[in-house]
């Protein structure tokens, strides 16, 4: 069972759980407000970060979705606070509020390539048998960005978009120098073959170098990372979407030059990397 960790005095988080795709959840915690990143993938995952919040006294006011995917709005029913998402989020949650979610559905989704075996396999892994979804609709929308006043402490959510998830948005909390970016350095997983594209990466992280952070939080990574591993892993993107260019998505170029200036063999995420960057050339 995951349990809940603090990072400086105002962030609260609960690790994901790789098993059934659970992802990062967090309270923000200012002197007035407390902004809530994430509804979770089921009412037990909100129950469960809701309870461990409880015992310290906090409850949220606001909740922010990151994106439409269902392993971050699961759980919205059981918050019980006014929800904030970009418009393209809450449309996207109208288009899934007349979906069913028994195995029969979710598999004929699945043939018809409109759900990917990887969610309806961790769905049928964390719902079991209870599979009322009830999706509200959020009550927030915005366009660009928006700014949350929680009490000597902003939380700035603004709209990144990128290959995963095309609604998705950011938070960055300037205070604290922290910045959760939700699944938006993730590939598009909704595609034949899992991929990211060159332009829209070099775009993405055009936009999120601006945000002077020193701790990042990626949704499915069990913990924040640094700037100086932050900086890293953006620089695999880079270089990757480079070599992905200069190469015209031949895999085999790619690993031997990256393999040659790196001096040792690629390790799984950067053979992973490039194969994602390939999947998404044409
Ligand atoms: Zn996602």
């Known amino acids: 069972m995951q349990k809940?960790?603090?990072i400086f005095n105002r962030i609260l988080y609960l690790p994901p759980y790789q098993k059934t795709d659970r992802p990062i959840l967090a309270a923000i915690i200012g002197n007035d407000k407390t902004l809530i990143i994430d509804a979770g993938n089921s009412s037990s995952h909100a129950k469960l970060f809701l309870n461990q919040l409880e015992e310290r006294n906090i409850k949220g006011d606001w909740l922010v979705l990151t994106h439409w995917h269902w392993d971050h709005i699961f759980g919205m029913?059981?918050?019980?606070?006014?929800?904030i998402s970009h418009y393209k989020t809450r449309n996207k949650i109208k288009e899934l509020q007349d979906l069913s979610w028994e195995d029969k559905y979710l598999d004929q989704r699945v043939k018809e390539g409109t759900e990917i075996p990887f969610c309806a396999d961790a769905i049928k892994e964390e719902l079991g048998d209870k599979r009322d979804i009830f999706l509200p609709d959020p009550d927030l929308t915005f366009e660009t960005q928006m700014e949350?006043?929680?009490?000597?402490?902003t939380c700035v959510i603004i709209h990144v978009g990128g290959d995963h998830s095309h609604d998705t948005s950011i938070i960055y909390i300037p205070?604290?120098?922290a910045l959760f970016l939700g699944?938006?350095?993730?590939?598009n997983l909704y595609a034949k073959k899992w991929n990211y594209t060159i332009e829209n990466t070099l775009r993405l992280i055009?936009?999120?170098e601006k945000y002077d952070a020193d701790i990042f939080f990626l949704s499915h990574h069990q913990d924040p990372l640094t700037k100086k591993e932050f900086s890293s892993f953006l620089h695999l993107l880079k270089n990757t979407a480079?070599?992905?260019?200069?190469?015209?998505?031949?895999q085999e170029a790619i690993v031997r030059e990256m393999s040659k200036s790196l001096q040792r063999r690629l390790n799984?995420?950067?053979i992973e990397t490039i194969s994602y960057f390939v999947n998404g050339f044409s």
Request: proline share 3%; aromatic share 8%; with cysteine.
């Open 4 to 6: 809940l960790k603090q």
């Open 242 to 250: 480079f070599l992905t260019k200069k190469y015209e998505g031949d």
């Open 206 to 208: 055009d936009r999120i």
């Open 175 to 177: 205070e604290e120098k």
């Open 183 to 187: 699944d938006c350095l993730y590939a």
């Open 148 to 153: 949350v006043n929680l009490g000597e402490l």
């Open 268 to 270: 799984e995420v950067e």
């Open 77 to 83: 029913s059981e918050m019980q606070v006014p929800i």
